[in-house]
């Protein structure tokens, strides 16, 4: 079964400062790779996506990530944080080849995003 | 378009009362889902259906059951409510010709068992 680790379990960086959030997964076949983002008492809410093609994929407000197959990784990125961008962030996983009900992910534990003005 | 709706938005429950957790999409979307969010721990799968009168079991479906009449609707019960059942719990939907699967989440709703 696939799995998904996310390094940093809690970040705090100033306004302006660069973001990188890591995300690692395991699994040997080709995937669909997800980045979410929850804000304080949110829903889930998509960030970007990867399923093909370019592997740096960009999303809503600001943020890219890119997929590096042959590290399995699928680390988030944003240039200049703000104090908006205060959230948990959720990467996760979906095997493109597990057939029918296969649409299921697998999430990573979360990382928090502590943005300090 | 409301997307995904749950209800209720918090509930309280006594140890041994249950209740149903109701979620309904009105994308047309084939695939429903329910996870659980506990924290430090991400999301987890419950149970998740792909299509009306098809369900089957995700990663921690013990205590909870399902069903799916309909292509809208897909309730969660919990029959005997425990405390280890003190979570917040999210339904979500995909497209089954999404490309990409992406899921579509809904605005949770949080149990406490006491």
């Known amino acids: 079964?696939?799995?998904?680790?996310?390094?940093?379990?809690?970040?705090?960086?100033?306004?302006?400062?660069?973001?990188?959030?890591?995300?690692?997964?395991?699994?040997?076949?080709?995937?669909?790779?997800?980045?979410?983002?929850?804000?304080?008492?949110?829903?889930l809410q998509l960030l970007l996506k990867y399923f093909s093609g370019d592997p740096l994929v960009k999303g809503i407000k600001g943020f890219e990530a890119e997929f590096i197959k042959s590290k399995f990784?699928?680390?988030?990125?944003?240039?200049?944080?703000?104090?908006?961008?205060?959230?948990?962030?959720?990467?996760?996983?979906?095997?493109?080849?597990s057939?029918?009900?296969?649409y299921q992910l697998t999430f990573g534990k979360g990382t928090k995003l502590s943005v300090i003005p | 378009n409301a997307g995904v709706t749950q209800t209720p938005k918090f509930r309280i429950l006594k140890i041994g009362q249950?209740?149903?957790?109701?979620c309904a999409q009105d994308m047309n979307h084939n695939y429903m889902y329910w996870y659980r969010q506990d924290p430090g721990m991400g999301l987890k799968?419950?149970?998740?259906?792909?299509?009306?009168?098809?369900?089957?079991?995700?990663e921690v479906p013990n205590g909870y059951n399902v069903s799916r009449s309909t292509t809208e609707d897909?309730?969660?019960?919990?029959?005997?409510?425990?405390?280890?059942?003190?979570?917040?719990?999210?339904?979500?939907?995909?497209h089954r010709d999404s490309i990409a699967r992406e899921q579509y989440f809904g605005p949770g709703t949080r149990l406490t068992v006491t």
């Open chain 1, 73 to 97: 990784s699928f680390n988030l990125r944003k240039p200049s944080v703000q104090w908006s961008d205060t959230a948990e962030y959720f990467c996760a996983v979906n095997p493109q080849d």
């Open chain 2, 74 to 94: 897909f309730p969660l019960r919990l029959e005997l409510a425990a405390p280890s059942q003190t979570s917040v719990y999210f339904c979500a939907s995909s």
């Open chain 1, 99 to 102: 057939g029918a009900g296969s």
């Open chain 2, 18 to 22: 249950s209740m149903t957790l109701q």
């Open chain 1, 1 to 43: 079964a696939q799995s998904v680790s996310q390094h940093n379990h809690h970040v705090i960086l100033s306004e302006a400062a660069s973001l990188e959030l890591g995300c690692n997964y395991s699994y040997g076949g080709t995937v669909n790779l997800f980045w979410y983002v929850q804000y304080p008492g949110q829903h």
């Open chain 2, 45 to 58: 799968l419950i149970y998740y259906s792909v299509g009306a009168g098809i369900t089957d079991k995700g």
